[in-house]
């Protein structure tokens, strides 16, 4: 095994929670808890005036970074990613979830292709009540379709701390779009790699 992939393998993934307060980060805190991948570190990034103590699960590492006053969707990304360790990272905000398996395919599909540093998965949509819905994302990488259509959602994909190291960061300018303009500065450095199983839920 080459030390790239057992790097990708062994090493800690950082998964990067933004949360508003919301009742659904129970939901998504529990999904990191199942992953059948180990280990795993969650930086939660606190941008609401309410307490999230009671929705960490026991087993998970934990760090809250709570924040004297609401930050910006981009803030709270470079927040977490300042505080990451981890040598993969992962975005997952309050409301979304990811199956079990989500992060150990994803470094199965870089395994796959060595060259590739990112990876997503299909996202399926969820009601608000937990139904199922029809709507899949499900688009193959092309970079050139990626500059007119945000087709990866956030917490599809798993992608190096590399990339991070090489200047990708989040544009506080943007109020929304701001996970489209950072994928747009990774498909720079990289391309990615498409997981066609549904692993990831928004």
């Not at 808890?33 to 307490?51: D, G, T, Y």
């Not at 999230?52 to 803030?75: C, W």
């Not at 994909?157 to 090489?166: G, H, K, T």
């Amino acid at each position: 095994m080459s030390e790239k992939s057992e790097s990708r393998t062994n090493k800690l993934v950082t998964i990067i929670c933004r949360s508003i307060g919301r009742s659904f980060l129970k939901n998504a805190l529990d999904s990191i808890s199942n992953q059948s991948h180990k280990p795993i570190e969650v930086i939660l990034v606190n941008s609401s005036e309410n307490r999230l103590e009671t929705f960490l699960p026991t087993d998970l590492q934990v760090t809250v970074i709570d924040q004297a006053k609401p930050l910006s969707r981009a803030d709270a990304a470079n927040v977490g990613i300042d505080a990451a360790k981890g040598s993969l990272l992962l975005f997952l905000d309050d409301d979304d979830y990811i199956s079990s398996d989500h992060i150990t395919n994803l470094i199965s599909k870089l395994h796959s292709e060595p060259s590739v540093r990112a990876a997503y998965s299909r996202t399926q949509r969820v009601a608000s009540d937990g139904k199922l819905l029809d709507q899949i994302y499900c688009t193959d990488f092309d970079p050139i379709l990626l500059m007119r259509d945000n087709y990866i959602p956030i917490h599809s994909v798993l992608f190096e701390r590399s990339l991070i190291d090489e200047g990708c960061r989040f544009d506080p300018q943007f109020e929304i779009y701001e996970d489209w303009d950072f994928w747009l500065q990774v498909a720079q450095k990289t391309k990615f790699a498409h997981l066609p199983e549904v692993t990831a839920f928004y």
